[in-house]
């Protein structure tokens, strides 16, 4: 059972457009919250990650929102380029888990020229 | 930067084969842990370690064992081998165990089982 509830499924925007990438989770116990980009046949890496106690994090053109009491967060990606195109995952660990992640089923995202 | 590295990248098996993966951090890091990524899937979660001490547990089948050695490697190892396990397997490290802590994913190794 996913844990984390990723949607949507796909998308695709035109270079310059917002994609918006939702998720939301259950476990309150959750209480960290990365996002990770992949490309196909690399390993996800890291672009931004969030605590419950922020509302908004910003890191160049990524930006995390974050609802703890709707338990939901999402990710917003300004000025999208084609190379930003790729498969974006959201997960949650929580504090005495030692790092284990749950991943959210992903988001393909197209950013057409 | 130093990343990650994972050996071999690919490896074709035969059903009932066995198969290991190693896993080598990035210099300091000293905990490890190993996710299974099917086709279109998301990462699941299967062990890591934390100074050569598993330190969790996820969907680990019980065919599957792992440790970290005392330089940090780390290697996963896969018995009776069944066509399901077909998959993307990445190794991540990261420095001090626990949440919170960047995790830093290697490029995979690509099981192919037959």
């Known amino acids: 059972q996913q844990q984390v509830k990723q949607s949507p499924q796909s998308l695709i925007v035109q270079k310059g457009g917002i994609p918006i990438i939702n998720c939301a989770y259950e476990n309150t116990a959750f209480d960290y919250f990365p996002w990770y980009q992949q490309f196909p046949g690399k390993g996800p890496a890291l672009l931004i990650a969030?605590?419950?106690?922020?509302s908004e994090k910003k890191e160049g053109r990524f930006t995390i929102s974050f609802n703890k009491s709707a338990k939901q967060f999402s990710l917003h990606i300004m000025d999208s380029q084609p190379g930003d195109s790729a498969t974006y995952f959201c997960?949650?660990?929580?504090?005495?888990?030692?790092?284990?992640?749950?991943f959210g089923a992903g988001t393909q995202v197209v950013v057409t020229p | 930067a130093a990343g990650v590295i994972q050996s071999p990248r690919h490896l074709i098996k035969e059903k009932r084969e066995t198969a290991t993966l190693k896993c080598y951090p990035i210099p300091r890091h000293d905990t490890v842990y190993w996710y299974q990524q099917g086709p279109g899937q998301d990462p699941q979660f299967l062990i890591s370690?934390?100074?050569?001490?598993?330190?969790d547990k996820g969907s680990i089948p019980d065919r599957f064992s792992a440790q970290q050695f005392s330089d940090y490697h780390s290697e996963l190892n896969m018995s009776s081998l069944e066509l399901g396990d077909s998959a993307l397997y990445f190794c991540?490290?990261?420095?001090?165990?626990?949440?919170?802590?960047?995790?830093?994913f290697g490029p995979g190794t690509r099981l192919t089982v037959l």
């Open positions: 997960a949650a660990s929580m504090a005495d888990s030692w790092g284990k992640l749950q």
């Open positions: 969030i605590r419950p106690d922020v």
């Open positions: 370690f934390y100074e050569k001490m598993q330190s």
């Open positions: 991540a490290s990261s420095l001090g165990g626990g949440a919170n802590n960047e995790q830093f």
